[in-house]
Nanobody
Framework: QVQLVESGGGLVQPGGSLRLSCVASGSIAAIYGMGWYRQPPGKPRELVAMSRVGTSTNYADSVRGRFTISRDNAKNLVSLQMNSLQPEDTAVYYC?????????????WGQGTQVTVSS
C-alpha cells in the first residue's frame, strides 16, 4: 500500500513563513505528480500547487509569487515553502500524489496538516 505523511504545519504570524513537507512510501513504481491542496474553514478543498512530470508547475493565483513547490524525486518528497503568509492562508493543507503501484494507478491523500496564520 501507499502512504503519504505530511509535516511542518503550525501557527505563524501574518507575514511569516512555514515549510510543509510530504513523503510518499510503500510499493511505489512511479510518481506522476505531487502537490498540495488546502481546505479553509467552511470552504471546499482547493488546489494550492501541483508539480507533474512533463508539465510546468501550477499555482493557485492566490499563492503565486509567495509559495514555492519543490520535489526530491529520489526521496519521493514534495515540499511547499510558504512566505508572506496571510490570515486567508489559514487552512488544513493536504498532500496529494498521483502514484503508480504495481499494475494500478491512483491518487492518494495525506492526513492533512493545520496551518494557522494569526497575530
Amino acid at each position: 500500500q501507499v502512504q503519504l505523511v505530511e509535516s511542518g504545519g503550525g501557527l505563524v504570524q501574518p507575514g511569516g513563513s512555514l515549510r510543509l513537507s510530504c513523503v510518499a512510501s510503500g510499493s511505489i513504481a512511479a510518481i506522476y505528480g505531487m502537490g498540495w491542496y488546502r481546505q479553509p474553514p467552511g470552504k471546499p478543498r482547493e488546489l494550492v500547487a501541483m508539480s507533474r512530470v512533463g508539465t510546468s508547475t501550477n499555482y493557485a493565483d492566490s499563492v503565486r509569487g509567495r509559495f514555492t513547490i519543490s520535489r526530491d524525486n529520489a526521496k519521493n518528497l514534495v515540499s511547499l515553502q510558504m512566505n508572506s503568509l496571510q490570515p486567508e492562508d489559514t487552512a488544513v493543507y493536504y498532500c496529494n500524489a498521483d502514484i503508480q503501484y504495481g499494475n494500478s494507478r491512483a491518487g492518494f491523500w495525506g492526513q492533512g496538516t493545520q496551518v494557522t496564520v494569526s497575530s
